[in-house]
Every structure is written in C-alpha cells, then in structure tokens.
C-alpha cells in the first residue's frame, strides 16, 4: 500500500507540475497589451468551456444519465455563484478611445485598477483549475493501482493536457503584478492539487471509490468552470478585445482542447474513468 502510494503521488505529480511548464511560456515572453490580454484571455475561456462541456459534463451525462448528472453540474453553478458573492470584486472603467493624453495620475489609477481586475480573475481561474486537477490525481492514482504503465501513461496525458491551463491561470497574474514568479507560484500551486488528490482518495478510499461519485463530483467541478469562464473571463476578454475577436479566441481555444481531450483519451485505456 504504502509503495502504491507514493507511486500515485509521483506520477501525479509529473502532470500537476506541467502546469508550470504552462508558466514559463507566459514568463518568458512580455507582459501583454490589454488587447493581447483579452484575446489570450478569451482563448484560455474557450479552453475551460470545452474542458467544462465536452469532457466534465459530458462523461457525468453519459454515466449517470441526463437528469443526474446535470443536477450535479447545476449544483457546481450554484455553489460557485454563492461563493462569488462573498469575494470583493474589483472594477475597472472601460478603456477611454476618445482622449489619449488624461492626466498621468488618472491613467495610473486607471491601469491600477485594471490590474486588480484581471488579477481577480487570475485568482478566481487557478481556482477553477485547481478543482478541476484535483480529480484528475484520483484518476491517475486509481489507474497506477491498475499497473504501472496504465498509471504512467495517464500522467503523461495530462501532463500535455494541463500546459495550456498553466497559461490560464499565469497570464493574468502576470499581466496584474508584473511579477514572473508570482504568476510561476500560482500555476504551480494550482498543479499541486493532483498530487492533492491522491492524498486525498488513499486516506478516504484505501480500497475503491464509487465511480458514480467522483463523476458526480467531476460534472459539479465542470460547473464551477464554467461558471467561472462566463462571469470572469469572457467579461474581461470583450472589454479589452472586443466581442467580435474575442469570440474567436473562444472558439480558437475550445477547439485546441478538444484536441488535447482527443489524442488524451486516445492514450488511454478504457476503464482509467476519463
């Protein structure tokens, strides 16, 4: 038992830690214009939407049928919702196309309230992506107790599958603070939930975990994401983008991780739960 279980934790955390490989892609370049930002931002929304619908929502309909597992995902909205209500969000002013040259102390204001925004929304996104990585260490550690080349295979999917989510929640950080290593910190620490996770299910299911509950518990997660994308990352993206290219970061980025969800299941066996 006790070898199984620091074979989970390793191999979870080799995909947990690719979130900071996400990082260092948004570290090493510049910080981005706001129109760049929300075009990114857009995209990193079009990947937490697919991620949310087509893989989270979609699994929970398919094993617990259509009733059930959209009152799971529904239950997610409405828990995220409320807890949305008790966080202090910060507002910015709309962009102001008209006059350039405002005073110098007026625009600092206005950038520094920007940067509050998009730093909300950075927090509120490693959020979403922390409890979305936390059951994928479940699965990683069910499928290593299946063998060690189903455990490893698993871990290295979604190594490659979290790159990108590492970007969604680094880019606003660091756009916000202009801090590379605060931006690489909260990536990284969103990637420790699925080593997390396995703490989690060994000490709560030494012997097996009900199936039904952890897709359960997926779908109320793709809820939260969901939730999160369309109140705080697509509000963002068409106010420094614009609807219209917004829109098609979206799309860009859902079609992207619905490649990464293709070639992930493609790497996998049937009975991993993913």
């Not at 897709?215 to 614009?242: N, R």
Request: positive net charge; proline residues 5%.
């Amino acid at each position: 038992m006790d070898s199984q279980f620091f074979l989970g934790i390793a191999l979870s955390s080799i995909g947990g830690f690719s979130t900071s490989i996400g990082a260092l892609f948004v570290i090493m370049s510049k910080a981005p214009s706001l129109r760049m930002l929300g075009l990114l931002q857009g995209f990193a929304a079009g990947l937490m939407l697919s991620i949310s619908f087509f893989d989270l929502a979609h699994n929970a309909i398919n094993s617990l049928g259509f009733l059930r597992g959209n009152l799971w995902f529904f239950s997610g909205v409405v828990f995220f919702a409320i807890v949305a209500n008790f966080i202090p969000e910060p507002t910015a002013p709309p962009p102001d196309k008209k006059n350039k040259k405002v005073g110098n102390e007026e625009n600092k204001n206005t950038m520094k309230k920007r940067r509050r925004q998009v730093l909300y929304s950075g927090i509120i996104t490693a959020i979403g992506i922390s409890l979305h990585n936390f059951p994928e260490g479940m699965a990683v550690y069910l499928g290593s107790m299946k063998g060690l080349r189903v455990g490893l295979n698993l871990a290295l999917a979604i190594a490659l599958h979290n790159i990108p989510e590492g970007v969604a929640v680094a880019l606003p950080v660091y756009f916000a603070t202009e801090s590379k290593w605060q931006a690489f910190k909260l990536a990284s620490l969103s990637g420790l939930a699925e080593p997390l996770g396995v703490v989690i299910v060994a000490c709560l299911f030494p012997t097996s975990l009900n199936p039904e509950i952890l897709e359960g518990l997926l779908a109320s997660v793709g809820g939260v994401m969901a939730f999160i994308t369309l109140h705080e990352m697509l509000p963002l993206a068409f106010e420094y983008a614009g609807q219209k290219q917004s829109v098609k970061a979206v799309f860009c980025g859902m079609a992207f991780m619905s490649a990464s969800l293709y070639f992930l299941r493609l790497s996998l066996p049937e009975d991993t739960g993913l």
